[in-house]
């Protein structure tokens, strides 16, 4: 668990519940993009993953509209601070 950081933060965003996975695998999806693209280094995904957990503002609402939410927002967020 110290050499791959997101399985740290997957079991964080799995114990935090409701959305929080979610945003995990949204911003996940777009940090891994980003690396096979060439744009971000390996090394730069846990760093992007946490900083966007950290930011979210969980939501309550735990219907389908709501986890769909989530990942947009994390989507964006996670695209806006890898640039």
Request: charged share 25%.
């Amino acid at each position: 668990r110290e050499k791959f950081l997101c399985v740290n933060l997957a079991y964080e965003a799995g114990k935090k519940g409701g959305t929080f996975p979610a945003v995990l695998n949204a911003a996940n999806e777009v940090a891994v993009s980003r690396f096979l693209k060439g744009e971000i280094a390996f090394v730069s995904i846990p760093k992007i993953i946490d900083k966007i957990l950290t930011k979210y503002q969980p939501l309550t609402n735990g219907t389908l509209d709501g986890i769909l939410s989530a990942d947009r927002w994390a989507r964006a967020e996670a695209a806006r601070v890898v640039g």
